[in-house]
């Protein structure tokens, strides 16, 4: 089992910056393969970022590439997301999640472990 929390989400303006942190809790956190995922009201959650379990890969959302990137420290058992150059069509709930080394990063169906979630709002 594993526990995620998330934070870091607040209000800022267009152009600016956040950084999202989720810490886990539970075995083995090096052992999973570790995703950001958002969703808009109205809108259904999408992929935004992954990272494998050694951050031997990442993957990225087009609509993120360039500005957003993810990172992890297995040690502290936590994946970040660095969010630059924030746009308003960015606003929305983060979500971290975890899954095994199943390979489809970009299905949220293939996360079992999902974390409550960190509101982002980008006013322009």
């Known amino acids: 089992q594993l526990q995620l929390v998330e934070s870091g989400g607040r209000l800022v303006q267009a152009g600016g910056s956040l950084r999202l942190s989720c810490a886990a809790s539970g075995r083995a956190f090096s052992s999973y393969d570790m995703g950001w995922f958002r969703q808009a009201p109205g809108k259904e959650r999408e992929f935004v970022a992954a990272i494998n379990w050694n951050s031997g890969s990442r993957y990225y959302a087009d609509s993120v590439k360039g500005r957003f990137t993810i990172s992890r420290d297995n040690a502290k058992k936590s994946v970040y997301l660095q969010m630059n150059s924030l746009k308003p069509e960015d606003t929305a709930v983060y979500y971290c999640?975890?899954?095994?080394?199943?390979?489809?990063?970009?299905?949220?169906?293939?996360?079992?472990?999902w974390g409550q979630g960190t509101q982002v709002t980008v006013s322009s």
């Open positions: 999640a975890a899954k095994i080394n199943t390979g489809d990063y970009y299905d949220k169906s293939k996360y079992p472990y």
